[in-house]
């Protein structure tokens, strides 16, 4: 037997596994690295975050990729060097992180690589009748097991799609296994560019789970900022947008999108919610001229109102769920208020109260699904669309 396919088995009968998760989001700030102990698998599955660091990009880096992103005229040379670049800057900073940790890469067993989406293309979307849904991440696994020399698992929406799914959001699979709770409603809300929650009902009937995005989370923000900004990446603490007012014109223009309305699951990305769609919005409602702080003040209430009409499609208003935060826009204060003030009945924390860090959740939750794929079964979510039962990853040998 082929040694690494021999160790690979070695490590799928282990009751206990090193993984590490990465993810690297629309923010593109740098590289989520999780070390993870996950113990067992399926509804046994224990999961220990031992450590966690964001590595930054260099400027230069995060500039090659802006310039692939989320673009229809990406120059396809640059796509294709970067997929093997990001690949090999990944690794690199990979094994940055374990010397830090004073860990050594034979002692990891996995990685398990979500790569960087450079486009999000689902039907709701592109609206073509010949295709189906379509994602790309790029950041290739192969090039990150050669220089690492650890086992990598990337790629992983693909089989989601392949299954009938948008390849979006996967956090039901991790979410389900890990943060469920008998007798309590949960929703795990991440505010990341775009907001999406896991709903878990305390009976843990799985066939009832589901994870959705609702819309824009840090994405058009972020975005206005850098664009209005200079030298900013995104508002610090909400202090621009806490300087503005809303403008309920703009508000209700930019609301105006058919995707609000489609049913649960979906999907979405800053193909959608742009500057270009911005600008669309506030040439329906006559605000071209609006000042930028009432601007980022009605973005900030604009991604408040996605996740609150989507919550309360959810639950019953009598119901008091609790609502565990996670993700870069849990720290901007005045969306977090918005919340709140409009979800009254609701219980807000974060998932620091289940001990796992919340800007490490999307990188340990990719170490979950990498451990299901070794160790694990398809969980049974039941016939519905959009949640198909599978495990997912392709496996890279050293």
Not at 159 to 177: F, I, N, Q, R, S
Not at 204 to 222: E, I, K, Y
Not at 383 to 388: A, I, K, Q, S, Y
């Amino acid at each position: 037997m082929n040694n690494s396919i021999q160790k690979l088995y070695s490590i799928a009968n282990k009751n206990e596994r090193l993984i590490i998760g990465l993810m690297s989001g629309t923010s593109m700030d740098g590289l989520d690295i999780a070390l993870c102990c996950c113990k067992d698998h399926g509804s046994q599955t224990q999961v220990e975050l031992l450590n966690f660091i964001t590595m930054p990009y260099q400027d230069d880096f995060r500039a090659d990729v802006k310039s692939i992103f989320s673009r229809r005229d990406a120059d396809l040379q640059k796509v294709c060097l970067l997929n093997e670049w990001i690949g090999l800057t990944h690794a690199n900073l990979i094994l940055e992180a374990l010397k830090k940790w004073n860990v050594s890469a034979e002692e990891v067993d996995m990685i398990a690589s979500h790569g960087q989406t450079i486009f999000h293309a689902p039907k709701s979307l592109h609206q073509l009748d010949n295709y189906p849904n379509a994602t790309l991440q790029i950041g290739d696994g192969d090039h990150i097991a050669v220089k690492t020399g650890i086992i990598t698992i990337s790629d992983f929406r693909q089989k989601h799609l392949a299954a009938g799914g948008e390849g979006a959001p996967l956090a039901v699979y991790g979410d389900y296994l890990i943060f469920s709770k008998t007798g309590e409603d949960r929703i795990m809300l991440n505010i990341g560019g775009i907001a999406n929650f896991t709903f878990l009902p305390g009976d843990r009937d799985a066939s009832r789970v589901f994870s959705t995005d609702v819309g824009p989370g840090n994405t058009l923000m972020d975005h206005f900022i850098q664009q209005n900004y200079p030298g900013e990446y995104y508002d610090q603490d909400g202090k621009i947008a806490k300087s503005g007012n809303l403008n309920s014109d703009l508000l209700n223009a930019l609301l105006k999108n058919d995707f609000f309305s489609i049913d649960f699951p979906k999907t979405t990305g800053p193909e959608l919610f742009s500057l270009t769609y911005l600008m669309q919005a506030q040439e329906l409602s006559n605000t071209i001229d609006l000042a930028k702080e009432d601007v980022l003040a009605t973005l900030c209430h604009f991604s408040a109102k996605g996740i609150i009409n989507a919550i309360m499609r959810t639950i019953d208003s009598s119901a008091i769920p609790k609502i565990f935060m996670s993700g870069g826009g849990m720290h901007n204060p005045l969306l977090v208020a918005l919340l709140k003030e409009a979800l009254p009945n609701a219980i807000f924390s974060t998932t620091d109260e289940l001990e796992i860090n919340p800007d490490a959740k999307e990188a340990v939750l990719f170490a979950l699904l990498a451990n299901e794929t070794l160790a694990g079964n398809p969980i049974n979510f039941g016939e519905r669309e959009g949640v198909p039962s599978v495990c997912m990853g392709k496996i890279s040998l050293p």
